[in-house]
Nanobody, 117 residues
Framework: VQLQASGGGLVQAGGSLRLSCAAS????????MGWFRQAPGKGREFVAW????????TYIDRVKGRFTISRDNSKNTAYLQMNSLKPEDTAVYYC???????????WGQGTLVTVSS
């Protein structure tokens, strides 16, 4: 499975962006998947997770109530809707599929989100 993240950009604090993660094949629909981010000078951080069916989701506390993860398996695509963005959300955002419990693979190339204050 090849993944490609897109939708990043420059936005002012309080603004919104929607990231997309497009998969190359239908097998994507059988995987749970996650969004991660890496801020400048920091390690990669888990952001959100969604089950293969889309019925279960998990978020880190810092984004709860502001970010929403979703997926459309008919389009082999997952999304991360980000609202009320803060400068500390600035990072390169990556998507990946959960190939085993807690283990991720098939990383996309990342999309840069920059939030100005």
């Amino acid at each position: 499975v090849q993944l490609q993240a897109s939708g990043g950009g420059l936005v002012q604090a309080g603004g919104s962006l929607r990231l997309s993660c497009a998969a190359s094949e239908r097998a994507f629909s059988t995987y749970n998947m996650g969004w991660f981010r890496q801020a400048p000078g920091k390690g990669r951080e888990f952001v959100a997770w969604i089950s293969w069916s889309g019925t279960s989701t998990t978020y880190i506390d810092r984004v709860k109530g502001r970010f929403t993860i979703s997926r459309d398996n008919s389009k082999n695509t997952a999304y991360l809707q980000m609202n009320s963005l803060k400068p500390e959300d600035t990072a390169v955002y990556y998507c990946a599929v959960e190939i085993d419990s807690g283990k991720y693979g098939y990383w996309g190339q990342g999309t840069l989100v920059t939030v100005s204050s």
